[in-house]
């Protein structure tokens, strides 16, 4: 077996690999069945989505290390509300590690560690880490993108609305079996 692309072994080397292959199965089942993309396009004129503008990344707060120089960090805005696209907006911290060899590059690897609570943007920020970082074969083949999403990390704040928790359905009411346990 080809371990020359393999993750270097570390304590995030399980969560990782498991966010990576979730990823990648969520677009394989995207692409793979027949209209489902076709079901996600939208039906009217859209909006053109800015791009994102990297720089510097934000130093970490003591006692964590610095991210990798090679890191640059962005923000993504995205409505607060998705049934309301042209409403308030918030915004979501993106962070990338660009492949250290372009004439190389296969293209983006894209984690999100999930959670709850895991900021996923540390997976770029800190790529080149010789402990819990990708493998050098790995990061000359790939851009290592990261964020953190809603609520979590350097991404805007999460407000829930609480009067809306008596409009949320219950679990169906279980019906005991004759043995008296529930089914």
């Given amino acids: 077996m080809n371990t020359s692309m393999r993750v270097q072994p570390s304590p995030h080397t399980r969560r990782r ?32 989505v800015p791009p994102i503008r990297w720089g510097a990344c934000p130093k ?8 990798s120089p090679r890191a640059q960090c962005g923000t993504v805005e995205v409505p607060l509300d998705w049934s309301k696209p042209k409403g308030p907006k918030t915004g979501i911290f993106v962070a990338r590690y660009r492949a250290t060899d372009p004439t ?38 790939f851009d290592m993108i990261g964020f ?22 219950a679990a169906p009411a279980t019906r005991p079996s004759s043995s008296g346990c529930a089914l």
Avoid: F
Avoid at 60 to 67: N, Q, R, S, V
Avoid at 105 to 133: C, F, H, T, W
Avoid at 148 to 169: N, V, Y
């Fill in 104 to 141: 190389r590059r296969i293209g983006v690897l894209m984690s999100n560690p999930g959670g709850p609570g895991a900021a996923g943007s540390d997976d770029a920020l800190y790529a080149d880490d010789p402990i819990s970082g990708y493998s050098a074969a790995m990061l000359q083949r």
């Fill in 17 to 48: 690999g498991i966010s990576v292959l979730l990823t990648l199965s969520a677009v394989t089942a995207a692409l793979g069945v027949p209209g489902m993309a076709a079901a996600q396009e939208p039906s009217g004129p859209t909006a053109s």
């Fill in 148 to 169: 953190d999403p809603r609520g979590i990390g350097r991404s805007g704040a999460a407000d829930c609305d609480e009067t809306i928790l008596d409009s949320i359905p």
């Fill in 60 to 67: 970490a707060a003591p006692p964590y290390p610095d991210p």
